[in-house]
């Protein structure tokens, strides 16, 4: 079965940045496309990005377009969120997903979740 690790997390200042790592392991054709989402204390899970299995297409929440990036280097089965010009509001654990057949932002499309990874701006 897959299974998805994320790291990267951790606390920085607003205006900082930070790079999220997701590893999967497990059978590749069982999480084609990939996804970020956040959820933050009393909030619901929101989406975050989403990207192809190859990598040329790409969708962001609002709230992060021009301040995140994510990509994916399929050779390491690894995918990454670039975080920059953190906010306050980006306060949240993160989670990786896997095993939507195509590039969405609904949760209920992917099969495979990692735990989370904690991530904190402080103002």
């Known amino acids: 079965q897959v299974q998805l690790v994320e790291s990267g997390g951790g606390l920085v200042q607003a205006g900082g940045s930070l790079r999220l790592s997701c590893a999967a392991s497990?059978?590749?054709?069982?999480?084609?496309?990939m996804a970020w989402f956040r959820q933050a204390p009393g909030k619901e899970r929101e989406f975050v990005a989403a990207?192809?299995?190859?990598?040329?297409?790409?969708i962001y929440a609002d709230s992060v377009k021009g301040r995140f990036a994510i990509s994916r280097d399929n050779a390491k089965n690894t995918e990454y969120l670039q975080m920059n010009s953190l906010k306050f509001e980006d306060t949240a654990v993160y989670y990786c997903?896997?095993?939507?057949?195509?590039?969405?932002?609904?949760?209920?499309?992917?099969?495979?979740w990692g735990q989370g990874t904690q991530v904190t701006v402080s103002s």
């Open positions: 997903a896997a095993g939507a057949v195509s590039v969405v932002g609904d949760d209920y499309e992917y099969d495979y």
């Open positions: 497990g059978r590749t054709f069982s999480y084609a496309a």
């Open positions: 990207i192809s299995w190859s990598g040329d297409k790409t």
